[in-house]
T-cell receptor, first 118, second 110 residues
Framework: GAVVSQHPSRVICKSGTSVKIECRSL??????MFWYRQFPKQSLMLMAT?????????EQGVEKDKFLINHASLTLSTLTVTSAHPEDSSFYIC??????????????FGPGTRLLVL | QKEVEQDPGPLSVPEGAIVSLNCTYS??????FMWYRQYSRKGPELLMY????GNKEDGRFTAQVDKSSKYISLFIRDSQPSDSATYLC??????????FGEGTQLTVNP
């Protein structure tokens, strides 16, 4: 149980294009989904927190117009990197917190999406 | 000061050794404590979850929390090469938002 999928797993795009990453909780409903960014040999950097049906809360320094988050349902959240630039190249990971249950406070992570902007 | 501090290592041990991974935290409001394992180029995988002081055991893994000293530990017994990964501690309050440590890179040598 508690499986989170991400699609695509890897994407290469040209500078200036937009890229959409999907995050799905496959076997549970997620009250909250999180988007992280991770650089090589570094820890997770929280970008934003999204709750189903409401606007995402962005961390300080994260441009909300550049990283658009849509939490359309209790099982799906999307991150769109708009007008991507080479400095946006990174490993993007989503996580989901269960709607209810003993482990409501924890997060289950997707496998990550590696973005390379040329 | 970071809210969760973790020695990044790297830590290298021989197969079969007992591994001790440690974190400290500064926020007294933290109630939940987790350990995640992350293999290279993969998403983190939840290993252990606890919300009280004391020990919690799951197979070869034991999580230990001491709220009085704000200290979190993960012990791995009979370590295996497949345990080679980065281990992340995380803490949080209610509402699911977690604060992660930097991660400790562990290598278990056969």
């Amino acid at each position: 149980g508690a499986v989170v999928s991400q699609h695509p797993s890897r994407v290469i795009c040209k500078s200036g294009t937009s890229v959409k990453i999907e995050c799905r909780s496959l076997d549970f409903q997620a009250t909250t989904m999180f988007w992280y960014r991770q650089f090589p040999k570094q820890s997770l950097m929280l970008m934003a927190t999204s709750n189903e049906g409401s606007k995402a809360t962005y961390e300080q320094g994260v441009e909300k117009d550049k990283f658009l988050i849509n939490h359309a349902s209790l099982t799906l959240s999307t991150l769109t990197v708009t007008s991507a630039h080479p400095e946006d190249s990174s490993f993007y990971i989503c996580s989901a917190a269960p709607f209810r249950g003993l482990y409501q406070e924890t997060q289950y992570f997707g496998p990550g999406t590696r973005l390379l902007v040329l | 000061q970071k809210e969760v501090e973790q020695d990044p290592g790297p830590l290298s041990v021989p197969e079969g050794a007992i591994v001790s991974l440690n974190c400290t935290y500064s926020n007294s409001a933290f109630q939940y404590f987790m350990w995640y394992r992350q293999y290279s180029r993969k998403g983190p995988e939840l290993l252990m979850y606890t919300y009280s002081s004391g020990n919690k055991e799951d197979g070869r893994f034991t999580a230990q929390v001491d709220k009085s000293s704000k200290y979190i530990s993960l012990f791995i017994r009979d370590s295996q090469p497949s345990d080679s990964a980065t281990y992340l501690c995380a803490s949080g309050t209610s509402g699911s938002r977690l604060t992660f440590g930097e991660g400790t890179q562990l290598t278990v040598n056969p």
